[in-house]
């Protein structure tokens, strides 16, 4: 797959996804160890969501599900002993015509063109094979041993055909998209020998040929996206006009009447390719209904005649005219194992969970493209609860950087347990790393019996938590705005502040700074700075 070339220029979606994704983290990579990907034109890194994949048992007996793929392998297998082709290693209408009918295919043109588009197919994945010429000199095509391969009881193989064929179709159908009066010219240009012309059509073509295949990546790196944060079917399904306004429209900006044009156009190009991916199994596909097209157009570049609009209001069935796509199991695989192909890192959720539960925290910490709970969940399958709160709980110690992150995770996965993890919270209720959130745990299961924490240890959670909050989501995370408000009405500031600059916490300092430049009370923020003044000058003098 291409690099990444969606437009970008803010900081938010000027069109969200079905689940209201962060579009500022769509799609793309780190590269080898130790380096970076970056999109070439803007320097931003583009991350890869982690994605779940079904066996790859599951998987290839999917793909012998796929219709196309189906018949290509039971076509190549009618071939037996030697069926008789042209000189271009086709059946020719009479073949396809017996072929079509035996194998059930469909009558007349129909079945033709289904068998002729099932041949195509064996002949790309090599599953037939030109053999030696019959008794009258015709050419013949026999099965390969690929095709014994498929038949068998190998899901490597049949995955592994399968995405040869994936491959194949992507490249045929960006292909496809190319300007036909363009290539006859070339045609001609190169016929006639005039060397210039023919070397500047091919560059024009290339260059189309690159931009369609840009788009296409790009289409299917949004569909990706979907799926990895969708948490319904209806989530991961994608409208063709959003998906194409995605492509067109800006971060940040709204889609003006020229884009709405463009973005109509991009609709018309997707159509016919993501049909043709649906064919092999890489998504579910509902085309543009064709009478939306202008019908008073004749000419085969018509465009829909209501383009995609942000304020038209309309009910699912009629968008779902517009076009509808979603990825399919096999082609969440097929994206990836291009992404891969390309360089970029493409994470698969339980990727972190397989180690320790340090390994766990600190690995969710350190990692750019990871669904956190969903890998602390992975991690706690199969685990006793006390056990499981015990290695969380010594894993989320330390007054390092990455500590207050840390015990966050720790918090977020003892809150999945159930009581029988009670006895480690008590164990640390005397540890001052641990104890505040030891003490929230309890008391939030009802739990009396325990003598919470004096009010230095509660302080100090109390950075410890805004500190997480920070290092996750920023200034603006929505709990971090909550503790401004309260402060005035919980506390008495100054007190609380000439309390807090004594905080040993690694975090102290940044935790002040933000609430005096984050709190909208001016004398509240004032007090702040004055604290947060007094906390840096005091790591000052330690050092």
């Known amino acids: ?104 295919l469909g009558e007349g043109d129909v079945g033709v063109l289904a068998v002729a588009r099932a041949w195509t197919l064996a002949l790309d994945l090599a599953l037939v094979e030109l053999g030696e010429p019959d008794s009258e000199g015709a050419d013949t095509a026999r099965p390969t041993a690929a095709l014994t391969a498929l038949t068998g009881e190998d899901p490597e193989a ?7 064929a994936a491959t194949t179709i992507a490249d045929v159908v960006v292909e496809a998209d190319l300007d036909p009066n363009e290539l006859a010219a070339l045609e001609e240009a190169s016929e006639g020998r005039d060397e210039e012309e023919s070397e500047a059509m ?63 156009a991009v609709m018309v190009a997707l159509d016919p390719m993501l049909q043709d991916l649906a064919d092999i199994g890489v998504l579910d596909y509902r085309p543009i209904d064709p009478a939306l097209f202008d019908e008073s157009g004749s000419d085969e570049d018509a465009e829909p005649v209501a383009p995609f609009d ?15 796509a979603r990825l399919t199991a096999l082609g969440v695989h097929q994206v990836r194992q291009w992404l891969l192909e390309e360089g970029y890192e493409a ?42 709160a015990a290695e969380l709980l010594a894993a989320a110690r330390g007054n390092d950087l990455t500590g207050p992150m840390r015990r966050l995770l720790c918090a977020t996965a003892l809150d999945s347990l159930d009581d029988g993890a009670e006895p480690a919270l008590r164990e640390v209720l005397g540890d001052p790393e641990l104890a505040g959130l030891a003490t929230t745990w309890l008391a939030g299961r009802g739990v009396e019996d325990f003598d919470p924490p004096g009010r230095p240890v509660m302080l100090w959670t109390m950075v410890d938590t805004l500190a997480a909050q920070l290092i996750e989501a920023g200034p603006e995370e929505s709990a971090f705005a909550e503790f401004l408000e309260q402060l005035s009405s919980e506390e008495q500031p100054a007190q609380l502040f000439a309390e807090l600059w004594r905080i040993e916490h690694p975090y102290t300092t940044a935790v002040l700074e933000a609430v005096g430049e984050r709190h909208p009370d001016k004398a509240t923020a004032k007090e702040a700075r004055k604290a947060a003044y007094k906390a840096r000058s005091r790591m000052g003098s330690q050092r």
């Open 1 to 104: 797959m291409a690099g990444p070339s969606r437009k970008k220029s803010g900081s938010s979606a000027g069109v969200s996804l079905p689940a209201d994704l962060d579009l500022e983290t769509l799609y793309g990579a780190s590269g080898a160890v130790g380096e970076e990907l970056f999109d070439e034109e803007e320097d931003e890194l583009i991350i890869v969501p982690p994605v779940r994949l079904l066996p790859r048992e599951e998987l290839a007996a999917e793909a012998l599900r796929v219709p196309l793929f189906e018949q290509a392998i039971r076509l190549a297998g009618w071939v037996g002993s030697g069926r008789p082709v042209d000189e271009f290693g086709e059946l020719g209408r009479e073949q396809e015509e017996l072929a079509a009918a035996e194998l059930g």
């Open 158 to 164: 049949v995955l592994e055909a399968w995405q040869l």
């Open 202 to 264: 091919y560059e024009r073509l290339e260059t189309a040929r690159e931009q369609a295949s840009g788009l296409l990546d790009d289409a299917l790196q949004v569909l990706y996206e979907a799926k990895a944060f969708a948490g319904t079917e209806a989530e991961e399904t994608v409208p063709l006009g959003v998906l194409a306004a995605l492509l067109v429209v800006p971060d940040g900006e709204e889609p003006t009447e020229e884009m709405l044009g463009d973005i109509t």
């Open 310 to 324: 942000p304020d038209l209001e309309v009910d699912d069935d009629e968008a779902a005219r517009f076009g509808l």
């Open 347 to 388: 994470p698969l959720i339980g990727d972190l969970a397989r180690g320790t539960a340090a390994e766990l925290l600190e690995g969710i910490c350190e990692a750019v493209n990871v669904l956190p709970e969903e890998e602390i969940a992975e991690w706690l399958v199969d685990r006793e609860p006390l056990p499981a």
